[in-house]
Each structure stands twice: as C-alpha cells, then as structure tokens.
C-alpha cells in the first residue's frame, strides 16, 4: 500500500496545549453533504458509512491497509482455517461472547438472522441485496455460531455480510425491530442503537448528528467523549467553519479547495490515494446512448487533465479503469482516452448525427440534448460541467443541468432518488470501490435499480459471465485475470466515464491525535483518537 502524501504532517500527533477553539474530547466534523436516514441497512451512502462505522454493528472491520479484522467475528474465515468450506459454499463465523448491544441487550446469532431476513424482506426499501440473496440458509448450531449455506460461492461475502467496508448493511438488533412488518419508517432509523465505540445521542434533522461514548463497547470506552456530524450542504461554508473554527474535521474534500485550506492555522491536512472514483454516469436504457459512438465521443471531448489542474489544483489520478490504482485488483496495461474534440466531431459526423440549425446534433429524430444531475452545495462541481457544457457544444451536444440536494439524489429507488431512479441522462457524483474489487453491484445487469446499483443500466453478456466467474472464486490470481478482462470491456464499451480517482484529503486540528485513516474505513480505528 502507497504511503501518505501530506500536506503539513503525514498523521495526527500529540499535541503539548490545545488550541483555545479546541473542545477537549469532543470532535466535530463535516462531510459538506446531509443524510436522510441513520439506519445503513436502507441507505448505502458515503457520509452515513462514516457515521455508521462509528456507531452500528460489524463482523468485520478494516485496518490501515483495508486488510479485514474480527469485530463481532473472533476470525476471519479462510479456506485455510476451515471458515470457508472445499466447495466454498459454507461460511462459518464464530461470534464474540459477551457482547452487548448499546442499550445494553446481549448480541448474538439471531441478530445477523433477522438482519438477513431484513435484508431480503421485499417489503424493506433496500437498495442492493447483492450477495444476500445468494444465502439459502443460515445454522446456528450454538448462540455464538453462524453457518451461511449459499446457492454458489461468493468472493466478496467479507464486505457483504455487515463488514464495515463500502457502506454496506450493519447488523440490526433483533429485539427492537422483530415486530414490525417493515422497518423503512421506523423511530429506530432515527436514532439506532448499535454495538460501535459510539452511540447516537441526538439527531436535529438538517443541523448536526451527536454521537457519545459507548460506555458498553466491548473494547472499552473511546478516548472521545463526543462526536458531532455537522450537516454543512455547502463547501464553501465548510471552508469558513474551519477558519473560524467552528469545525475541526474535514473529509472528503477535492483539490480545488487544497489552496483554501492549507494557510488556515492550526489546520493540518492528510493526503493520500484514495478508492474513490468520480464519473460521469450515461443512462444507458436512453436511446440515444445506444449508439455507442456518442459514447466516445462525449469521452473525447472531455479535458480531464484541465478539470484535475485547474479546478483540481492538480489532485486526482487520471486513469480510465474504475479500479484505484493502489488496489490489487487494478488493470495498468489500459491507456488513457485523450482529450480530442476533433475526433469526437468526427466519429459523429461519420455516424450521421448531422447538426440542425441551433447546432445540436441528432438522427433517426433523436437530438443530443441532454439533461445532466448534480448535487447542490458543490461549486467546484458547477464549475467542471459549466466548462463540460462549452466542450459539449462544440461537438454539438447541449447539456442542461438539474441539481438536487443530496438526501434525495441518493434516495432509494422506492423513495424516487435521482441516481436509482434514472431521472437523468448524465449523472455526476462518486463510487467507492470494495475491497475485494467485486464490481457487480455497479455494472451486472441483473444489478439494475431497483435490484442493485447499477444506475447506468449497463449490459454486457461477457461482463456479466465474468463478473459471475470473479465472485465464484477465492484465489486471487483468477479474480485479478477476471477483473482486467471486465475493467477492459467497461472502458471499451464506454459503461462509464472515469473523471479521477480521488486522492483522500482530510483537513483537521492540528490537536487531533492518533488519526491514521484507510481508504476504505477512515473512521473504523478511533479508539485511540483525541482531541
């Protein structure tokens, strides 16, 4: 695993005196986004990952090189240790004893149980039962024993199955949510109780989330006596709270605010690469997509090393593989697609999409006129498609842009998100990768919402075959051949358009002490940090 690249210091020391905005023992940070929901079993989201990670219940977690660790598990199973059966069908964890939920109830198999029912009730508005629904049975031959039977092996179960890696479902406590028919309203998804180093104290909707010490976390007690999400939907006011103090944590945020930060005193700032990518994402069930030359060349007539340098101040990874370049599934033998408006013009005018008068292209009665979505609060993000607007024009391609506020963009498909729901033809935000490199959540075509994630509708025979294949196999050898044969056919097929990969950034006090996040789980070890 690369090492940091940082900006001030590689990670967070000690402190001889806090600086006087400092509060002992209570951090407060931002994500500059706002959530819907605090249950992660209903919404698979970026900044409810961070907090969740914090507060709910996990198998596994991950350490600093995003390797699995036992949580509630007491090993991870291998086919080595007999955890994982010859013909990979079985999966056996051994739960911890003594373990007690934060309200104090003990935890034990029958809580994964229900959760798996949970996950597969149709009645839940879930959003991707990917991998669930490959259990046919789950054994408990004693309270602290889960047998998983499954129709077919299954590579990535670790993530899946409540591991605290990709904003997956966390393990839901039985006693309080057995009686309802479904749990998509109930009071439990304002303010879970779980099994984390925190608890949730409060929730004020639009405002903040308060989390306290966990004073029955099998651990022990965190050295934080508080956490405090604060729901800041716009970047440039996060840019302002931390001169003026009134936040000390940033994360995630991209290059072009790096120059606005840095000067801030008593500001340090972690840099390093991420498995994080941001794409544009083409509805493919449109039909003017299925031409898969005006894929191309809307690919072509994007200036991505201009975005990363100029609005970017240079931070991000150019690459055309959705698979970060510090995972061990990555693909380097693919090249990077230029940036050459010359050529998209040409593979246009040669597929016959003729320019009308007001010099948007179209054919067979279809026009290039398009329709993008974005977040709101995201000027950096305003300023990259203002600029993909103008290149978009030249080749005769009008983009009109729709900005929704966060909690819905990435509603459920049930609840009308924009992402799941597919109202868009190009789409703008973000994906983290797993880490064991299972892409099938986002590009299996049985994986199309409302059944998974795949909200780009993408369909390939060949990729599906393969992606099967992958998950069908423990040895990493064959995963990685697999997943090279599916990142080349991705970039061909134009299934997406990698922008960047990110390169993980986190501002904070310079007071905060033992913070050494991962790329995957930055906030799974805080039992040591302070403030």
């Not at 010859?86 to 959760?115: C, E, N, Q, Y």
């Not at 996950?119 to 998983?148: E, K």
């Not at 949510?177 to 104290?201: C, E, Q, W």
Request: with cysteine; charged share 20%; glycine share 6%.
């Amino acid at each position: 695993m690369a090492g940091f690249v940082a900006a001030g210091a590689t990670k967070a020391g000690a402190q001889s005196s806090r600086h006087p905005w400092t509060i002992p023992h209570t951090l407060r940070y931002t994500t500059a986004s706002d959530i819907n929901t605090l249950n992660p079993v209903l919404l698979q989201d970026f900044t409810l990952g961070l907090l969740s990670s914090l507060t709910m219940a996990w198998l596994v977690r991950y350490d600093f090189h995003n390797q699995p660790v036992p949580e509630l598990a007491t090993e991870i199973p291998t086919l080595r240790n007999g955890g994982i059966s010859p013909d990979g069908k079985t999966i056996t964890f051994h739960l911890r004893k003594g373990v007690v939920w934060s309200d104090g109830v003990p935890f034990d198999a029958r809580d994964f149980i229900f959760t798996w029912k949970t996950v597969m009730n149709s009645a839940n508005n879930i959003t991707d039962r990917s991998g669930w629904d490959l259990i046919t049975r789950v054994d408990t031959p004693n309270p602290y024993t889960l047998v998983i039977h499954l129709k077919e092996p299954y590579a990535a179960f670790l993530p899946t199955f409540c591991g605290s890696a990709g904003a997956n479902p966390c393990i839901l406590p039985e006693h309080i949510l057995r009686d309802l028919p479904n749990i998509n309203n109930a009071p439990y998804n304002s303010l879970p109780v779980g099994i984390g180093p925190f608890k949730y104290s409060s929730w004020q909707r639009t405002v903040q989330v308060e989390m306290v010490a966990n004073d029955k976390y099998w651990r022990g007690r965190p050295k934080l006596d508080k956490v405090i999400f604060r729901v800041i939907p716009d970047r440039n006011t996060v840019v302002t709270q931390l001169t003026t103090h009134e936040v000390d944590f940033w994360y995630p945020f991209g290059g072009a605010y790096l120059d606005r930060v840095k000067p801030i005193p008593g500001i340090k700032i972690i840099r390093q690469p991420g498995y994080i990518y941001n794409h544009i994402d083409m509805n493919l069930s449109r039909d003017v997509f299925k031409d898969t030359v005006v894929r191309e060349a809307l690919r072509y007539a994007l200036n991505r090393p201009l975005i990363r340098d100029k609005i970017g101040h240079g931070v991000g990874i150019i690459q055309e593989t959705v698979m970060p370049s510090t995972h061990p599934m990555y693909n380097p033998h693919i090249p990077i697609i230029p940036f050459d408006p010359d050529k998209a013009n040409e593979l246009l005018d040669r597929a016959g999409w003729k320019r009308g008068s007001d010099g948007v292209r179209a054919k067979n009665g279809l026009r290039l006129a398009l329709v993008a979505a974005s977040t709101t609060g995201t000027p950096d993000v305003d300023t990259q498609i203002a600029l993909i607007q103008d290149w978009y024009k030249a080749i005769g391609v009008d983009l009109e842009v729709h900005r929704y506020a966060p909690p819905l963009f990435f509603a459920p498909y049930a609840d009308g998100g924009i992402v799941y729901s597919g109202k868009f033809d190009l789409i703008f935000f973000a994906w983290q990768i797993d880490t064991v490199g299972d892409l099938s959540n986002i590009f299996a075509s049985k994986e199309i919402p409302p059944n998974g994630q795949n909200d780009e509708r993408y369909r390939n025979r060949e990729v599906d075959a393969w992606l099967t294949d992958f998950r069908h196999t423990y040895d990493l050898s064959k995963q990685r051949a697999l997943s090279w044969k599916v990142q080349e056919q991705i970039v061909k097929d134009v299934a997406t358009i990698v922008m960047t990969l990110r390169e993980d950034m986190y501002a904070f006090n310079d007071d905060l002490q033992n913070f050494h996040p991962n790329a995957v789980t930055p906030f799974d070890d805080m039992m040591n940090v302070d403030i």
